[in-house]
């Protein structure tokens, strides 16, 4: 019998791949997946952050049943269907009143920010959009060019698109400093080339996350926000990764003090089924009708499922239980840098944190290598981790939101030890080879 793996070289495009280590699943429950050979693999990625409740939740399975045993139909583009008027109604009564106009639905993130990047600019008459460097914003062609993230070179940005440094405290000399530096280039940039007059948006993240899981310093967010409110540039927060209480507050921007006018939901809002969203004022969200559409957005189970995840998120505390279980695997992992000198920084919020590898300290040089080789090791012993930052060297934790501090106390055992392997030269580099990772 050939294995899992091996058919899914033979019979999927690898167009899509991403992959770290040879990892087939077959099924999951709660924070573990499970391999074709029957291994429990403890998951802190949770699918990039997408399965929010972890695997198989009995309130996500009773929603999509619920939804498909009397089916809407399939779409919202010809139709009102209740689940998703259910779904819009609920995002609304979350997000800032600024942002509280209309809901767009979509199936992923790209989708939504390429919206939103179509509505801003087709809805304000502006042509220009700013976003930053490293920023993820999806894998679209219209997100793609208002993304600024290495993995995406040669993709061609959109006309007016300016790209601004990401303040990053651990590289750019401290929190201060960091912040300074990129709002002095973002003001010399409203000052001469880009006339803020002619800017759209501001598409920010409030973690950079496929940049390094990279924290903006305090208060910089705040001066950006009066920069744009000045000039009547629209704020838009993607939550895609970080949003919906992965933080240990609802929203990421609460972290900022900035209040978005456009907020944009994916990866977890669905807990797993493919469901984006975009909130902001109706003046953007309402520009006009067949402006923006696929056959099936408004999907009535996956608008159940995300609704599901939305209650079962407030029912069961998770942004409570994501601040308190990221406090303590925050803690955990601060004490492997105190062991390990590979861990240069660790850093994030709730359950978004990041781990970033260096092979010294003083110079900070990206441990590229060794992070491949971290992640691979970490699999083998039974742990799911992928990594990301524009030199490849963060890992990066997404676990579900229901995990708990024994399961995050375990996982970083298993880290700890991939790591100790790692330094001590025990990993098979030519195994790893196989794998580009990004
Ligand atoms: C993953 C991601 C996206 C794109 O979402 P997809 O579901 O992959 O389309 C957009 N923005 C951020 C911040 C992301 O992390």
Redo the contacts with the bound molecule.
């Keep these: 019998m050939t294995g899992l793996y091996e058919r899914d070289k033979r019979s999927l495009s690898t167009l899509s791949n991403l992959r770290f280590f040879p990892q087939s699943i077959t099924g999951g429950k709660g924070s573990y997946l499970i391999a074709e050979d029957g291994r429990r693999l403890l998951d802190f990625s949770a699918s990039?952050?997408?399965a929010s409740l972890g695997h198989s939740h009995p309130a996500l399975a009773a929603a999509v049943a619920g939804a498909l045993k009397d089916q809407a139909g399939a779409s919202h583009l010809s139709t009102a269907n209740l689940p998703a008027v259910e779904l819009a109604e609920k995002l609304l009564a979350l997000v800032p009143d600024r942002a509280a106009g209309r809901v767009w639905l979509g199936?992923?993130?790209?989708?939504?920010?390429e919206t939103v990047a179509r509505a801003v600019l087709a809805a304000t008459g502006r042509s220009r959009i700013l976003s930053f460097k490293g920023?993820?914003?999806?894998?679209?062609s219209g997100?793609m060019a208002v993304s600024g993230h290495p993995v995406q070179q040669g993709v061609p940005k959109a006309a007016g698109l300016s790209l601004i440094p990401f303040p990053d405290g651990y590289r750019d000399g401290g929190e201060a400093a960091a912040a300074q530096a990129a709002l002095d280039h973002l003001r010399a940039l409203l000052d001469g080339p880009v006339p803020p007059n002619e800017v759209a948006a501001l598409f920010l993240?409030p973690i950079q996350?496929?940049g390094g899981m990279i924290v903006p310093p305090d208060g910089y967010f705040q001066e950006v926000e009066a920069l744009c409110r000045r000039h009547g540039i629209l704020i838009v927060a993607?939550?895609?990764?970080?949003g919906l209480g992965r933080s240990g507050r609802f929203h990421a921007f609460e972290h900022l003090g900035i209040q978005p006018d456009i907020v944009?939901f994916?990866?977890g809002l669905g807990g797993g089924l493919?469901v984006?969203a975009a909130v902001g004022p109706e003046a953007i969200m309402n520009h006009s009708a067949a402006f923006s559409f696929q056959t099936v957005h408004g999907n009535p189970v996956c608008a159940a499922a995300a609704k599901a995840v939305l209650e079962t998120i407030e029912r069961d505390s998770l942004v409570e239980q994501a601040a308190e279980v990221g406090l303590h695997l925050k803690g955990l992992l601060e004490r492997l840098q105190e062991k390990h000198a590979l861990v240069g920084d660790v850093r994030g919020r709730g359950l978004a944190l990041g781990v970033e590898l260096v092979t010294d300290r003083q110079t900070k040089e990206a441990a590229k290598t060794a992070t491949a080789l971290t992640v691979y090791r970490a699999f083998e012993l039974g742990l799911i981790l992928y990594y990301v930052g524009v030199s490849s060297n963060v890992l990066e934790f997404t676990p579900p939101l229901t995990l708990t501090k024994e399961e995050a106390t375990a996982g970083v055992a298993l880290l700890d030890q991939a790591l100790s392997d790692v330094a001590a030269g025990r990993v098979d580099q030519k195994k790893v080879a196989a794998f580009a990772g990004w």
């Design positions: 990039w952050g997408a199936h992923s993130g790209s989708d939504a920010n920023a993820y914003h999806g894998g679209t997100s993240e996350s496929d993607d939550e895609v990764k970080v944009v994916g990866k493919p984006s």
